[in-house]
């Protein structure tokens, strides 16, 4: 069963800072990698999606990249605002089936 | 824009009573889910539909049951609701067949006393 996990658990920095979150998976058969944005009380928002045929996705501040044989994803921020404090989940869908496997989430904290 | 619909946002119920969990989505997905998050355990699978009528079980469906008679509503029913059950409920829906995007509601959360 594929395993996704997402390390630190929680990360505070200051603003203006670039940051990098992790994600790996144990089964490199996956059908795309999305990363999702939570913010507290709140349902998931999607921040970008990667096809496993794809290295990575830019949404303005935000990149993210993908190493299927190496089973990991980063999700990199460029210049922090106070405003991305959120948690950061990632979800990795596999090849087969409509399940989708998720890590705990990296909470973030941008400190003004 | 693809638009997920909880229709509770936050609900009070008392050990023993019947739960309705009603998600609408907009974008004629035929994929629909539903999930629970509770600190420390992550998402987890509750059942899936993948077509009206049609659904299957997940991770934890035990003291749950679903309805999907029409494809833009996917309803997550707790019979008897238990203390064990509060928590928050995600209700999701997929996006096309070219890019399996999920898209989730706002979320419901439910205290059982």
């Known amino acids: 069963k594929q395993e996704v996990t997402q390390i630190p658990a929680a990360l505070s920095v200051p603003e203006g800072e670039n940051l990098v979150l992790n994600c790996s998976f144990t089964d490199s058969a996956i059908y795309n990698l999305q990363w999702f944005r939570q913010d507290p009380g709140k349902g998931l928002t999607s921040l970008l999606l990667?096809?496993?045929?794809?290295r990575e996705q830019t949404s303005g501040r935000l990149n993210a990249s993908l190493d299927k044989s190496s089973g990991r994803s980063t999700l990199y921020i460029a210049a922090s605002q106070p405003g991305d404090s959120a948690t950061y989940l990632c979800?990795?869908?596999?090849?087969?089936?409509?399940?989708?496997?998720f890590g705990t989430g990296t909470s973030l904290t941008v400190i003004p | 824009d693809v638009k997920v619909t909880q229709s509770s946002r936050y609900l009070v119920k008392r050990t023993g009573e019947k739960v309705f969990l009603e998600c609408v989505q907009d974008m004629d997905h035929e994929n629909m889910f539903w999930y629970r998050q509770d600190p420390g355990l992550g998402l987890r699978l509750i059942y899936f539909?993948?077509?009206?009528?049609?659904?299957e079980k997940g991770d934890i469906p035990e003291g749950y049951s679903v309805s999907r008679e029409k494809k833009e509503r996917f309803s997550l029913i707790l019979e008897s609701a238990s203390t064990n059950q509060t928590s928050m409920y995600l209700c999701a829906s997929i996006g096309g067949l070219n890019t399996g995007e999920l898209f989730f509601g706002e979320g419901s959360r439910l205290t059982v006393l």
């Open positions: 990667i096809q496993s045929s794809q």
């Open positions: 539909s993948y077509d009206v009528k049609m659904k």
């Open positions: 979800a990795v869908r596999p090849h087969t089936g409509n399940q989708f496997y």
